[in-house]
């Protein structure tokens, strides 16, 4: 794996002068955030060597280098998943190849089910920690100590001085916000209603597909993780009866989108002077 990852990158340092130390990862309805992005280089998976294709509606499927507020920056535009039919080594290529490329800090948003019963669609909410109810994990197998020690500590995937920057961004902002756990499992399905109660009885607030194998596995290459989810529907909609869509998915996360760009373009610069 390691002479793929350093082929990869090798072609991405061919394409762009570009050397950032903040990576970000767009998730669903989220893609407009690329509008921050001062745009240097733009690359399809398609043509990058190893990675593979983001088959998702809301996904575009691009990786580009760029500045956001002056501070080099790289961010997938569309990211893997497993219920894709991919391998946890595929879903969580990007994070090797980002360990690889220099990268210190990783930006993460999703669209995710609401389980807190205070959370309405739309809300933002900074991840505090994750629950991983995944089937496989993304570091099963011999370990490389070229990206991390075998038993990594989980303690702190989401970077508490990271997170005390977001606040204070968004309090500066008048950014409205709520914190949480998410939990994290395999898909596609939505979730049943039995689900949304034991998920939410285990400690979860927001619930979905993606974000938590990519946290582990940067956490595990020392890159230090921000999380956002972003409300797409609420606990009481399903317990109503209220069916869920992946179009609904989009157009309420598409409710926060002005603040979630505002709240990452003042990050990444809060972040730019750790």
């Known amino acids: 794996m390691l002479q793929r990852i350093e082929a990869t990158c090798a072609y991405l340092k061919s394409k762009t002068s570009l050397r950032p130390e903040i990576a970000i990862i767009l998730g669903t309805g989220l893609g407009g955030l690329v509008e921050e992005i001062k745009i240097e280089t733009e690359i399809p998976y398609s043509e990058i060597p190893n990675f593979v294709q983001s088959t998702v509606k809301g996904h575009s499927g691009k990786l580009i280098f760029g500045t956001i507020a002056g501070v080099p920056v790289m961010a ?20 090797r190849v980002m360990k690889i490329m220099g990268i210190k800090y990783l930006m993460v948003s999703n669209a995710a089910g609401g389980l807190n019963p205070e959370f309405k669609a739309g809300d933002i909410m ?16 011999k370990n490389d100590e070229t990206f991390g020690t075998r038993f ?8 508490r001085d990271i997170f ?19 939990v994290g499992n395999q898909g596609p ?12 009885l285990i400690g979860g607030d927001t619930v979905g597909m993606s974000t938590v194998p990519e946290i582990i596995v ?21 317990l109503n009866g209220i069916e869920t869509s992946h179009e609904e998915v989009q157009k309420n996360t598409n409710m926060a989108k002005e603040y979630l760009k505002t709240l990452f373009r003042d990050l990444v610069v809060e972040i730019n002077k750790m």
């Open 126 to 141: 900074l991840i505090t920690d994750h629950i991983n109810l995944f089937p496989e994990h993304p570091l099963r197998g």
């Open 189 to 200: 399905t939505f979730e049943t209603v039995a689900e949304y109660k034991y998920f939410r």
């Open 76 to 95: 997938m535009q569309g990211r893997f998943h497993f219920y894709e039919g991919y391998s946890m080594q595929d879903v969580t290529y990007p994070e």
């Open 218 to 238: 940067a956490h595990w290459c020392g890159i230090k993780c921000f999380g956002v989810s972003i409300v797409s529907n609420a606990l009481g909609d399903a």
């Open 164 to 182: 005390a920057r977001a606040e204070s961004v968004a309090a500066k902002n008048n950014i409205p916000y709520k914190k949480g756990v998410y």
């Open 152 to 159: 990594p500590d989980m303690n702190n995937a989401y970077n």
